[in-house]
C-alpha cells in the first residue's frame, strides 16, 4: 500500500523548504521530493535572498544559515555603449541586524541548509525524487507518482513549489505551456576573488554587501538587464533577458553575458577573477496577470511555479517564494483540521497571498512586463542620449553655460519625441516605485 502523509511538497527551493519547515514545526506528517542531488544543487538565483518571512520562520537565523554578505549598497547603473550614469545608495544602518533583510546567498549552500532545518523540524526530504504526476480520485489530487520503486505516495494535499519550469502544474491542469515573452533566462557565472579585492573594489567593509543591477544597453541593445552581487568570495554577476526576444533575434544566452561583460563598466570590475561555475535559469516575470489559478482539489502552488515573481525594479522572488510556502502550510493545517482538502477549503490560500505584500505587489506592477515590452527604446536610445546629454554637460570648452544648455536642447529634442519620452516615464514610475 501507498505510503500516506498530511501533506506532500515537490521541490526544495525556497518555497518548498518554507512550507516544510512550517508543516513540521506544526507536528504535520511532510514529505518533501527534490530532484537533485541535493537541495539547491540544480538551483540558481542571482543572489539577493529577501529574508522578512524567513526572520520570522527562523529568528535571527543568519547567526546559522550560510549567508554571504548584507547588503549596504545599492547602485542602479544606466548603460550606454561605453558609459554609464549611476544612483548609488549606501545605507550604514543596513549593517545592524535584521541587516534589511537582504543578504547575498549561493543557493547551493543556502538550500541545503534550509531543507536540513525543515529537516531537523521533522520532514522527510528524499533528494534525486523526480516526481513525474498525480494520483487522483475524480479530478481530486491525492497524491504524487515518484520516478522510483514503489513511488506512489498518498496525502491530504500537495504544495507543487517546482520552480518557473513547473510541468507538474501543466500537467494538473492549471497553467498552459508559459509564452516565451513572459519568460526570462537567467544567465549567471560565480566568479572568484579574494576577499580584500572584492571589499576594496566595491567599497565594502565587515560582511557589507553590495548589489550593482546594470539596465539600458547591458545587451547590446537588446531589452535586458545585467548584474553583479558580492559574496564573501566571489561575484555572482549575470544578465536576464526575455525568451522571445532571444527567439525573435536569434541570441545565444553565453554571447549576451559575455556582451555585458565586455562592456567598460563591468569589465573593471571583474578585473583578474575566474569563473567558477555557469548556470542558466527561467524566471517567471509575466507578472500578475500571467499567473496560473493557484489551486484545486487537493493542490496547492507556490513561488515560481505560481509565477509569484515581482517584475519590477525591485526583482523579488525569494520572499514571494517563502511567503506563499508559509501560507499554503497554514491553509494546509487548516484544512487538515477541518478534514477538507477542497479547492474552496484550499482557497484560504489565495485569500492570504490577498491580504499580504504578495498579491498586493503584484498587482501594483503587473504593468511592468507590458510596459518594458512596448519601449525598447528604454533598452538602446534613452540611454544613449542620456550619457550623450551628460557627456555634452561634462565637456570642458570655452563655449558659455547657455550656449552648452542651448546645445543640450537642440540635441535631446531632434531625437527624442518630447510626448514619448513624457508618456514612458509616466508609465515608468508604474516598475520603479
Ligand atoms: C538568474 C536569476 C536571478 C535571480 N535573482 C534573484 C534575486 O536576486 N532575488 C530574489 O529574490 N529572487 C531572484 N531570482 C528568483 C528566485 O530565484 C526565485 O523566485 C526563487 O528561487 C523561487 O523559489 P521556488 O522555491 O519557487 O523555486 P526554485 O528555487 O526554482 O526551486 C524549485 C525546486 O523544485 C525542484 N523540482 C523541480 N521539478 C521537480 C520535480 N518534478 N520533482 C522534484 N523536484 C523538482 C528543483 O530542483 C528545485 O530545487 C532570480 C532567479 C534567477 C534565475
Avoid at 198 to 219: H, K, M, N, V
Avoid at 278 to 300: C, N, Q, R, V, W
Wanted: proline residues 4%; contains cysteine.
Amino acid at each position: 500500500m501507498a505510503d500516506r502523509f498530511d501533506c506532500i511538497i515537490v521541490g526544495a527551493g525556497p518555497a518548498g523548504c518554507a512550507a516544510a519547515y512550517k508543516l513540521a514545526s506544526d507536528g504535520m506528517s511532510v514529505i518533501v521530493f527534490e530532484r537533485g542531488e541535493y537541495p539547491g544543487s540544480k538551483n540558481m538565483s542571482g543572489g539577493i535572498l529577501y529574508s522578512t518571512i524567513l526572520n520570522k520562520l527562523i529568528p535571527e537565523f543568519w547567526k546559522e544559515a550560510p549567508v554571504e554578505r548584507h547588503v549596504t549598497r545599492r547602485r542602479y547603473s544606466m548603460l550606454s555603449k561605453d558609459s554609464e550614469a549611476a544612483l548609488d545608495v549606501n545605507i550604514n544602518a543596513f549593517s545592524e541586524p535584521p541587516y534589511n533583510n537582504s543578504f547575498t546567498v549561493l543557493r547551493a549552500k543556502f538550500d541545503r541548509w534550509f531543507a536540513k532545518k525543515a529537516e531537523d523540524a521533522g520532514a522527510l526530504i528524499v533528494t534525486e525524487a523526480v516526481v513525474d504526476g498525480f494520483i487522483t480520485d475524480n479530478e481530486k489530487i491525492t497524491g504524487v507518482k515518484v520516478r522510483m520503486e514503489g513511488g506512489e505516495v498518498l496525502a491530504g494535499a500537495v504544495i507543487l513549489a517546482d520552480g518557473a519550469n513547473s510541468l507538474l502544474s501543466e500537467k494538473a491542469g492549471l497553467r498552459e505551456k508559459p509564452a516565451a515573452k513572459e519568460m526570462i533566462l537567467g544567465v549567471k557565472e560565480i566568479i572568484s576573488l579574494p576577499k580584500e579585492v572584492i571589499e576594496d573594489r566595491f567599497s565594502l567593509e565587515g560582511g557589507q554587501g553590495a548589489a550593482l543591477e546594470f539596465f539600458g544597453q547591458c545587451l547590446g541593445g537588446f531589452a535586458g538587464q545585467g548584474f553583479i552581487y558580492t559574496n564573501a568570495d566571489c561575484l555572482s554577476v549575470g544578465i536576464g533577458c526575455p525568451i522571445s526576444v532571444l527567439q525573435e533575434n536569434g541570441l545565444k544566452p553565453a554571447g549576451l553575458i559575455e556582451a555585458f561583460k565586455k562592456h567598460p563598466s563591468v569589465r573593471n570590475l571583474l578585473r583578474g577573477g575566474r569563473i567558477e561555475e555557469y548556470g542558466a535559469h527561467m524566471i517567471p516575470e509575466g507578472g500578475f496577470s500571467a499567473m496560473p489559478e493557484l489551486t484545486k482539489d487537493g493542490l496547492i502552488l507556490c513561488g515560481d511555479a505560481g509565477g509569484l515573481v515581482n517584475p519590477s525594479l525591485y526583482k523579488e522572488g525569494s520572499n514571494l517564494a517563502m511567503a506563499s510556502g508559509v501560507f499554503a502550510a497554514e491553509t494546509v493545517i487548516e484544512a487538515k483540521k477541518r478534514g477538507d482538502f477542497s479547492k474552496a477549503a484550499l482557497d484560504a490560500y489565495v485569500e492570504k497571498l490577498e491580504n499580504s505584500f504578495v498579491l498586493k505587489d503584484m498587482k501594483r506592477f503587473k504593468d511592468a512586463p507590458e510596459i518594458l515590452r512596448k519601449a525598447p527604446e528604454l533598452f538602446k536610445e534613452y540611454p544613449e542620449e542620456l550619457l550623450e546629454l551628460l557627456r555634452l554637460h561634462f565637456t570642458v570648452s570655452e563655449a558659455s553655460k547657455d550656449e552648452v544648455h542651448g546645445e543640450l536642447r537642440r540635441s535631446f529634442k531632434g531625437k527624442v519625441p518630447a510626448w514619448r519620452l513624457l508618456k514612458n516615464l509616466w508609465k515608468l514610475r508604474r516598475i520603479i516605485s
